[in-house]
């Protein structure tokens, strides 16, 4: 008996070492006790992709840390577009390696939420966000409220717009800068948005084309364009602009009278992630009011009811919004894009 | 001899089959399996990458086709691509031969002071990483550059020339390519036997005659050389386009291929691969002439480099010497200083002033952003291990090659400069293609992670080190060897005393080149890196596309600063290397 046990203990053990290997492989079990991980016991990896400013996204980890200290954030940050397309490719190689996104637009959740790369969270913290701002199934969320507005450089620009048609005038001719919709999702949303409107459409964008107006990748870069004078335009996302503003650059933020699309930088959690809990932890954080404090001290008008907008900037009850329908943009996203390279033609 | 004796005890000992029972038939069973492994190792990392590539280039829905060459041949955007790349390629490479040329020239044959000096100064154009000195040129050209303040004081419409334009980008990859032909002219000039020159002069022809009908056509053959070297690493460069080009829709096929790749995902694989091999035939084509050209002027291998100057500058001599320098101040140190004051702005259109100057940039770049120190310790990391690996396997393969030359590892030397000679963005997608499912239905998972940069990074680099290491040993005789084995010397001595002493300079020299090409790369990280496996160059190029030029400059700085030390470091070392009587 004794020896016929020994022989069999090795493969068992061997056996049991595979499993558990196969086990460990990341299948984490979604938090069932609805808490949303608010026990200061998650820990771990999180890899959280994003298109915001390195420097913000830096800023919000380290405040989670505060709270979190065992979980490990590493931070993958490109373009939305590029940060899609990279999911893309990750999910052909086998596995996406993201737990938590925060991407510009709902536009692009839709999409992800059509590939079925999502899972629900109904955080606790959605009772204080405006519901038409939150996935109805909860797969994703907004954080902020993001408007489109024009910049312009102060030392170059006497008189300030009132209108978004000042890009189709003499006075911008070869002077305009806007972010490409094949990079950055806010100008993919933006390019969706203004097509579709009564008044703009595509006629629109071909007369800013024909007036000479520049396509530079993001809106860190249009920024700077304008900031530095090289263009006098901008069509850029607000916070870029008020924030330079108080370092002191030379440019002024202008909301036109016709409104602006916003954006609303969503965050959603991968249906593959790894580490659900901590994921879970981080969805609660931003939405909290602190984190929605400290994205108004970073410079966003914040998304939660009661947190009031950072000095420059409008919150999203003072601003005329350009409407935009998420689900349909999302199903036009692709040929919107094509449709940008025939008028603008790379 | 031995070693022939030995081979024929061997092959007899494989003619008895098993009857032998010395140790000698297994120990060529075992090189045989050495040799089946390196095979397929040569097989799975170099062949089938390229394989894989072109395959995706033809694939269908239904079987083969050339619908995907046929939707780039449509398309309005490809061929302003082509025109603009070959437009870039044929000038900078016009402009690098012009330079690179007319200074080997100077240091070759003139009687100009601190040679050595001057040529420290030209290669740092080359030792910099492209975008760096693109960053330099950018910030030195900018708007709010102390140039373009200069330029407005003296009349109010001047501005400088923009560096975002077709012309930037022909000058910036020129000025970074030339010391490729300067270092490749200068070795062709001094071999020019100047008995041949005098022999012509003494029969009555002119100095320029000389020139026409003895210098040039003796140097031709390496000019062109030169010339396929730096169109070669002009349709590699990514970091140049992709930094000047990008924001003003000027695209080249690198970064065509890399916004396809990386705006479109998986969907935009097979678009990728069919321009990726259009720019890999086009860099084997320049690669084969280079090679066919060189074969002919092998002839000026024995030749002895000549280096006494055949020309007396007399009173020229200090007014040119002082004419070379302040071209190389003017293309590198003062674009580097402009690009040192950018990042000490408090905000980026804001003048130079003392109010407006602070190390705020520094400050978030070292102790406020972790992804940075990840991927300064990165890039650390994989050119540390890159190097060493290269150093074990490539001068493994090297002595295997000279001592033991055949057939099958000249196929193989060839197959492992495959990487290195295609263009990274084309290295780097059939990397992506073959890891992602290197056998239909298994995953192996390691596409997003560190370990596909490693392999990418040893796969491109080793024919860096095999080379360097090569020339070493050939330039060791054999006798030496056998000198010290009849000596006595087992193994082990024969190497530590004798063999390595001899070599490690020139292997040392490769391992080197390989750490800093590593170090800085950019092209193979940008489409390989995912979160927490970002490198220095990865990192510099987010910062610029994010419009955070601040901080790229600053980081740039710092890496301008480390390469400074590591090259402090490396004379100190030479320095003492050659007192202690070991030669390079």
């Known amino acids: 008996m004794i020896p016929f046990k020994k022989s069999l203990l090795l493969p068992l053990l061997a056996g049991m070492i595979v499993f558990s290997g196969c086990s460990a492989q990341g299948q984490a079990t979604p938090d069932q006790n609805g808490s949303g991980g608010a026990s200061s016991t998650v820990s771990g990896k999180l890899s959280f992709y994003t298109s915001q400013p390195e420097e913000d996204a830096g800023k919000l980890v380290n405040a989670f840390n505060d709270k979190y200290p065992d979980v490990q954030v590493s931070i993958f940050r490109s373009g939305t577009e590029e940060v899609t397309a990279k999911l893309q490719a990750e999910r052909q190689a086998g596995k996406t390696q993201a737990d938590v996104l925060l991407l510009a637009d709902a536009v692009t959740f839709e999409n992800l939420k059509k590939d079925d790369l999502l899972q629900a969270y109904k955080s606790p913290e959605l009772s204080a966000i405006p519901t038409d701002l939150v996935d109805p199934d909860g797969m994703y969320a907004g954080t902020k409220v993001m408007a489109t507005v024009l910049a312009t450089n102060t030392q170059k620009v006497t008189v300030q717009p009132t209108s978004w048609q000042v890009l189709t005038l003499p006075e911008s001719k070869d002077a305009s800068i806007m972010p490409s919709p094949l990079y950055s999702g806010a100008a993919a949303y933006n390019i969706g948005v203004f097509s579709r409107t009564d008044g703009f459409g595509w006629d629109f964008l071909q007369e800013t084309k024909m007036n000479g107006m520049s396509v530079i990748k993001g809106n860190g870069a249009v920024m700077k364009a304008v900031a530095s004078g090289e263009k006098s335009y901008g069509v850029v996302v607000d916070y870029l602009v008020a924030r330079e503003k108080a370092k002191g650059s030379p440019v002024e933020l202008i909301y036109p009278e016709e409104g602006v699309p916003i954006i609303t930088e969503p965050i959603g959690i991968m249906k593959e992630a790894a580490n659900v809990p901590a994921a879970q932890a981080f969805v609660d954080f931003i939405l909290s009011e602190e984190g929605q404090k400290l994205s108004a001290e970073i410079g966003y008008s914040p998304i939660r009811e009661g947190v009031s907008p950072p000095e420059g900037l409008k919150g999203v009850s003072e601003m005329k919004i350009l409407p935009g329908d998420a689900a349909k943009l999302a199903v036009d996203r692709e040929t919107d894009k094509q449709q940008f390279i025939n008028v603008f033609g790379e | ?584």
């Open chain 2, 1 to 584: 001899m031995e070693k022939l004796k030995r081979n024929m005890i061997v092959l007899r000992g494989q003619e008895n089959g098993r009857k032998s029972v010395f140790s000698l038939p297994s120990l060529f069973r075992w090189n045989r399996l050495i040799a089946l492994l390196g095979a397929i190792a040569v097989l799975l990392f170099f062949v089938y990458p390229i394989l894989k590539l072109v395959l995706l280039s033809f694939q269908g829905e239904q079987g083969l086709t050339l619908s995907h060459y046929n939707e780039l041949l449509q398309q309005e955007r490809f061929w302003s691509t082509l025109r603009n790349t070959v437009y870039i390629v044929i000038g900078s490479t016009v402009f690098s031969l012009v330079i690179g040329t007319a200074l080997a020239w100077v240091v070759a044959y003139t009687d100009i002071r601190h040679k050595s000096a001057l040529h420290m100064g030209i290669m740092l154009c080359f030792i910099l990483p492209s975008y760096v000195l693109t960053l330099s040129w950018s910030s030195f050209t900018g708007s709010q550059s102390w140039l373009a303040h200069v330029l407005q004081w003296i009349h109010p419409d001047l501005a400088p020339w923009s560096m975002y334009s077709m012309g930037g980008i022909v000058f910036v990859m020129g000025i970074h390519h030339f010391p490729l032909v300067y270092m490749f002219t200068l070795d062709v000039l001094r071999k020019i036997p100047r008995d041949l020159e005098w022999a012509a002069r003494a029969g009555g022809a002119s100095r320029i005659e000389v020139f026409r009908r003895i210098t040039l056509p003796l140097a031709l053959p390496g000019l062109t050389a030169g010339g396929l070297l730096v169109f070669l690493a002009s349709l590699d460069n990514f970091g140049i386009p992709a930094f000047l080009g990008t924001p003003v829709n000027i695209s080249v096929l690198s970064t065509l291929i890399y916004e396809e790749i990386i705006g479109f995902g998986p969907s935009a694989f097979a678009r990728g691969a069919s321009l990726s091999v259009l720019l890999g035939a086009a860099a084997v084509v320049g690669s084969l002439l280079q090679w066919l050209l060189l074969r002919k002027s092998h002839a000026s291998d024995t030749m002895q480099p000549d280096l006494t100057p055949r020309y007396e500058l007399g009173r020229m001599r200090k007014p040119l010497a002082f004419a070379i320098w302040a071209g190389l101040a003017l293309i590198t140190i003062i674009p580097l200083s402009s690009m040192i004051s950018m990042s000490l702005k408090r905000a980026y259109g804001l003048g130079l002033t003392r109010a407006n100057m602070t190390l705020d940039n520094y400050r978030y770049i070292l102790f406020e952003n972790e992804r940075v120190w990840q991927a300064i310790q990165n890039s650390l990391v994989l050119s540390l291990v890159t190097m060493l690996a290269c150093l074990i396997i490539g001068s493994g393969f090297a002595y295997i090659r000279v001592r033991k030359p055949n057939q099958f590892n000249k196929m193989a030397e060839l197959a492992t400069a495959v990487p290195y000679t295609l263009p990274g963005i084309v290295f780097a997608l059939s990397m992506i293609l073959v890891w992602m499912e290197p056998v239909p239905g298994w995953n192996p998972g390691i596409y997003g992670t560190m370990t596909i940069l490693f392999i990418a990074y040893i796969c491109r680099f080793l024919i860096l080190q095999i080379r360097s290491s090569v020339t070493s040993f050939m330039q060791l005789d054999a006798s030496m060897e056998e000198a010290a084995r009849i000596s006595g010397a087992g193994f082990w001595r024969k190497w530590t005393a004798v063999l390595l002493p001899l070599l490690l300079p020139g292997i040392l020299t490769g391992g080197m080149l390989v750490f800093l090409t590593a170090l800085t790369e950019l092209t193979v990280s940008a489409l390989l890196y995912s979160s927490g496996s970002q490198t220095i160059g990865v990192t510099i190029f987010s910062f610029e596309q994010a419009g955070d030029t601040l901080y790229s400059t600053a980081l740039s700085s710092l890496i301008v600063a480390l390469i400074a030390a590591g090259g402090v470091i490396l004379l100190i070392a030479q320095r003492w290397a050659t007192r202690k009587g070991v030669k390079s």
